[in-house]
């Protein structure tokens, strides 16, 4: 008998296209999108920016200073549309006149995180550049003390390093896009499940099936199996989409460092939540459109505050403090564990734990609901 109500569901759900498209195709449009979308906001390093140089000064001294600053990647000559001016005064390399500084003109739409970049990419070869001329002049009286300044490095990785004390690291865009829309779309589960459910409730399906002395128990894990199944095939497809697909698109392909069987582990406790939580809705409404409403809802503030929408690392710190409340920040927060830390079943044991605690209270509570309606013929 059970085997015959999962066969049921499957058959239910596989027939339900537009749910599949759903939990499919659009977690995979998002994960697409956002990962080439926000590329260069997750990864600096890689921004380039348009300038025009007007020089001022006409030196050799200038010239040699222009043509240093378009060997760095981080400065496109472009003067039919540049976002940004540099104008060189007159005399601005010589070291003993003062107050002579590079006039900088904003010329596009550039907002204020990424002048702070270009800020800090231009002062670093102006200083590398300052640094090599004073050697020089410095050449004929000290010897040793210019070739001491010589050698010295402006580079990030000769200055300093960067470590983290909790061990917490900055995602790229397809580290961030894909987890996220994973645990998204795994929470649309709602869909399919609430119109089954509500369906076989007014064809009073679920009364005959207790006069068949089939307990609400065997109702609701005949429902859970088949959704068990298909979040288990939407992880795989969406971090395929991650690890093959969005590098198409020359942005950063998704690098799991992390266990497989973390991964199941995880994927588990997050569709027992997700599940916990569709049931609970789908018992609780009255009408399809009521449960996908509520559901679609529910989905958007969970993911709003849990970290989905919006990268948790960039919210004010009383913001993450609220994400903790969200089952999806848990869930997104174990699929970051084993992207950037390689971690093992036992690091994601906790957010597991807490997933799959969450979703058999959902489902426990779900079950009391539905057996009460179906007690009352309602």
Do not use: C
């Not at 800020?119 to 009286?141: G, N, P, R």
């Amino acid at each position: 008998m059970l085997w015959a109500m999962i066969k049921k569901e499957f058959l239910l759900v596989g027939r339900d296209r537009h749910a599949l498209i759903a939990l499919f195709v659009m977690p995979a449009i998002f994960i697409l999108v956002m990962s080439v979308a926000l590329k260069e906001q997750f990864n600096q390093e890689d921004i380039s920016f348009k300038i025009e140089i007007i020089d001022s000064d006409k030196s050799k001294e200038s010239k040699k200073f222009i043509k240093k600053l378009l060997k760095s990647s981080a400065f496109t000559l472009d003067e039919t549309e540049p976002e940004l001016r540099i104008t060189i005064p007159k005399e601005y390399y010589d070291l003993s006149k003062k107050n002579k500084k590079l006039e900088t003109v904003v010329l596009g739409s550039i907002k204020g995180d990424l002048l702070e970049v270009f800020k800090a990419k231009l002062l670093k070869e102006v200083m590398d550049f300052k640094l090599k001329q004073m050697s020089k002049k410095i050449k004929k009286t000290d010897f040793q003390a210019s070739k001491a300044m010589k050698k010295m490095s402006l580079e990030y990785e000769d200055l300093f390093s960067i470590s983290y004390e909790k061990q917490e690291a900055i995602p790229s865009s397809t580290q961030q896009s894909v987890p996220s829309w994973i645990v998204f779309g795994m929470f649309f589960v709602i869909i399919p499940m609430s119109t089954i459910f509500i369906n076989e409730r007014k064809q009073n399906t679920l009364s005959r099936l207790t006069t068949m002395n089939v307990s609400i128990f065997k109702m609701t894990l005949a429902k859970t199996v088949p959704y068990l199944v298909i979040n288990h095939i939407q992880v795989w497809v969406m971090l395929g989409v991650g690890v093959f697909i969005v590098p198409l698109f020359d942005t950063p392909a998704l690098e799991i460092t992390g266990s497989f069987a973390a991964i199941e582990v995880l994927s588990f406790g997050l569709s027992l939540s997700a599940i916990g939580l569709s049931v609970l809705i789908a018992v609780s409404a009255t009408s399809a459109e009521q449960a996908t409403t509520i559901g679609g809802i529910s989905n958007i503030l969970l993911g709003a505050i849990g970290g989905v929408m919006v990268p948790k690392f960039i919210m004010p710190e009383s913001m993450q403090n609220l994400a903790n409340i969200s089952p999806m920040s848990w869930g997104l927060d174990g699929f970051l564990d084993i992207f950037l830390k390689s971690a093992d079943v036992s690091m994601v044991s906790y957010s597991a734990g807490l997933l799959a605690l969450f979703g058999l209270i959902a489902l426990s509570v779900g079950m009391m609901i539905l057996n009460y309606r179906i007690s009352r013929g309602l």
